[in-house]
């Protein structure tokens, strides 16, 4: 079964030990449809299901179940563990390590028809759903009764929430808001053999042994179903400001940090960097026009405030902006309050849609790490001496400062050997080095699930493999992702 290993760009799997399966056979595609109805069960036109957003994987799957209930779930999931045949679970798609799709021809089990909110309590904020619903259709329903999402991605107009919980996701809220195992209360999850786990809590706190949920939140659908959620929203304030502003050198971007941080902690929400090469990826490939009228600079922060009183918010940014001019920290900038929505949302987008700008350049070698701050940069300038006389088209750094979390990303035309073997095992020996993170929110998938050394020791490695041999014996769930091998 796992003979065939179809990478777009390259063989990057190929070392990969894996476990043999039995084939799907007709017999199989018929039970699915006694339990799940014709509609629900698809076996042709699998191309998207089958491919990574990032275009580097494909798969070979031959179904995709779209079960509409958690009693559904469970009796795939029931069927698949006593038949042994592997699957995938698959929400938005939005992975970008390659976690979503088939290694090889395992079963995708879609969520997206599990789309029902549940209840929403606008005392407390706690919204309760089902995992298949679009984190964009949750925003703009807790908008309406006053409450956001306690996290916000930019494919937030495709990703689900289920997905967003089996990775941890972060995102442009993480500064204020924190991690999602914080702000999670419950989870439904269907077990590998179909059982029922229900920790739908609504209560914040509960020290009543094991905290179960939170080995669901982050395990990217290695260890179960996430069927429903409840999370607790934040409140949402009145105002919103967006400001981008143009920094010269990194240096100057972290003092900027440090007097924001200060200066307009009540209000700060999300706190941004890109350099120049990346904002070029949004300018130049999305064919957008420059935010500062063309005047370039050799970094950008974008960050974004938030309050009940507008007037003495933009009071406060005013002065602080003013205070970072006269010490020559910032040298142009812009910045728009949500009144003037359209604007507010444009401007946001230079930061938002980086990746897919630099997709547009053919393929994008992604690195989402953790790094202290003191180096957190040098490793762009370090990558771009390693590439100089390589076909790389671009390196470059952005992301969440705030969070210490950088995207370290290079291009090239088409996937080439010569580039990624100057990245890897170099990149993971330098974050190692410095006490970082392989993967600060994307996950491992199928992309970093052997390089789980460089970021944790060989005792938790081994006891993250136990916890799957005991949860999914028969390792039917997600298998060859976030985990090296298992034998
Ligand atoms: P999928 O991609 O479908 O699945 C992701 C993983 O979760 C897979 O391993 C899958 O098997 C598993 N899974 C999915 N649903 C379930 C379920 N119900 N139960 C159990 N397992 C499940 N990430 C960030 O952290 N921060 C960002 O700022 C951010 N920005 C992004 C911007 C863009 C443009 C894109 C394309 C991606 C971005 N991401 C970001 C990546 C991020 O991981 C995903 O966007 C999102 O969290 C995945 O959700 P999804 O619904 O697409 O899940
Ligand atoms: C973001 O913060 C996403 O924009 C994507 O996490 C990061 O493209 C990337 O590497
Ligand atoms: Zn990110």
């Known amino acids: 079964?796992?003979?065939?290993?179809?990478?777009?760009?390259?063989?990057?799997?190929?070392?990969?030990?894996?476990?043999?399966?039995?084939?799907?056979?007709?017999?199989?595609?018929?039970?699915?449809?006694?339990?799940?109805?014709?509609?629900?069960?698809?076996?042709?036109?699998?191309?998207?299901?089958?491919?990574?957003?990032?275009?580097?994987?494909?798969?070979?799957?031959?179904?995709?179940?779209?079960?509409?209930?958690?009693?559904?779930?469970?009796?795939?999931?029931?069927?698949?563990?006593?038949?042994?045949?592997?699957?995938?679970?698959?929400?938005?798609?939005?992975?970008?390590?390659?976690?979503?799709?088939?290694?090889?021809?395992?079963?995708?089990?879609?969520?997206?028809?599990?789309?029902?909110?549940?209840?929403?309590?606008?005392?407390?904020?706690?919204?309760?759903?089902?995992?298949?619903?679009?984190?964009?259709?949750?925003?703009?329903?807790?908008?309406?009764?006053?409450?956001?999402?306690?996290?916000?991605?930019?494919?937030?107009?495709?990703?689900?929430?289920?997905?967003?919980?089996?990775?941890?996701?972060?995102?442009?809220?993480?500064?204020?808001?924190?991690?999602?195992?914080?702000?999670?209360?419950?989870?439904?999850?269907?077990?590998?053999?179909?059982?029922?786990?229900?920790?739908?809590?609504?209560?914040?706190?509960?020290?009543?042994?094991?905290?179960?949920?939170?080995?669901?939140?982050?395990?990217?659908?290695?260890?179960?179903?996430?069927?429903?959620?409840?999370?607790?929203?934040?409140l949402k304030l009145r105002h919103q400001t967006v400001a981008l502003v143009a920094v010269n050198s990194f240096d100057d971007l972290l003092k900027i940090y440090h007097k924001i941080r200060c200066d307009l902690t009540e209000y700060l929400t999300t706190f941004e960097m890109m350099d120049d090469i990346a904002m070029d990826a949004v300018v130049t490939n999305l064919k957008q026009t420059h935010p500062l009228n063309g005047n370039s600079s050799p970094f950008y922060v974008m960050f974004k405030l938030a309050a009940n009183d507008c007037e003495h918010m933009e009071k406060r940014l005013a002065q602080v902006i003013e205070q970072l001019m006269d010490k020559q920290l910032i040298s142009d900038g812009t910045y728009v309050s949500d009144d003037n929505l359209q604007r507010f949302q444009k401007l946001k987008s230079y930061r938002e849609r980086i990746a897919e700008g630099l997709l547009v350049d053919g393929y994008s070698y992604k690195y989402d790490i953790s790094l202290p701050l003191n180096v957190f940069y040098e490793i762009v300038n370090v990558m771009k001496d390693r590439l100089k006389t390589t076909k790389c088209l671009r390196v470059c750094g952005y992301g969440h400062i705030g969070d210490s979390n950088l995207h370290l990303n290079m291009t090239s035309k088409v996937f080439d050997t010569d580039i990624k073997s100057q990245i890897e095992p170099f990149l993971y020996e330098y974050i190692a080095k410095h006490k970082g993170s392989i993967s600060a929110e994307h996950g491992l998938g199928l992309m970093k699930n052997r390089y789980l050394s460089y970021s944790k020791p060989a005792e938790a490695i081994s006891m993250m493999k136990d916890i799957k041999r005991l949860i999914d014996p028969k390792n039917i769930l997600n298998p060859n992702k976030m985990l090296p091998p298992i034998n």
């Open 1 to 234: 079964m796992w003979s065939a290993i179809t990478a777009k760009y390259g063989r990057q799997w190929t070392s990969t030990v894996v476990k043999r399966y039995r084939s799907l056979t007709a017999y199989d595609i018929s039970r699915m449809r006694d339990l799940l109805g014709d509609t629900n069960v698809k076996t042709d036109d699998l191309d998207s299901f089958n491919t990574d957003w990032l275009h580097t994987h494909k798969g070979r799957s031959q179904l995709v179940l779209e079960p509409n209930t958690t009693r559904q779930v469970s009796q795939v999931m029931a069927y698949l563990n006593d038949q042994s045949l592997p699957c995938v679970i698959q929400s938005g798609n939005t992975s970008l390590v390659a976690g979503s799709v088939p290694f090889d021809d395992e079963i995708i089990i879609s969520m997206a028809k599990m789309r029902q909110i549940i209840s929403f309590d606008e005392t407390s904020g706690i919204l309760v759903t089902e995992s298949g619903v679009v984190l964009q259709t949750l925003e703009d329903y807790v908008n309406e009764r006053g409450y956001i999402m306690p996290y916000d991605l930019g494919a937030k107009g495709s990703c689900l929430i289920g997905g967003n919980l089996a990775t941890n996701a972060g995102g442009l809220r993480f500064i204020r808001y924190g991690s999602l195992h914080g702000s999670v209360l419950g989870v439904e999850v269907v077990l590998p053999d179909g059982r029922l786990l229900d920790l739908m809590s609504c209560m914040r706190k509960d020290n009543t042994g094991y905290d179960l949920k939170q080995l669901f939140i982050g395990s990217e659908g290695t260890l179960g179903v996430i069927t429903k959620v409840s999370i607790q929203c934040p």
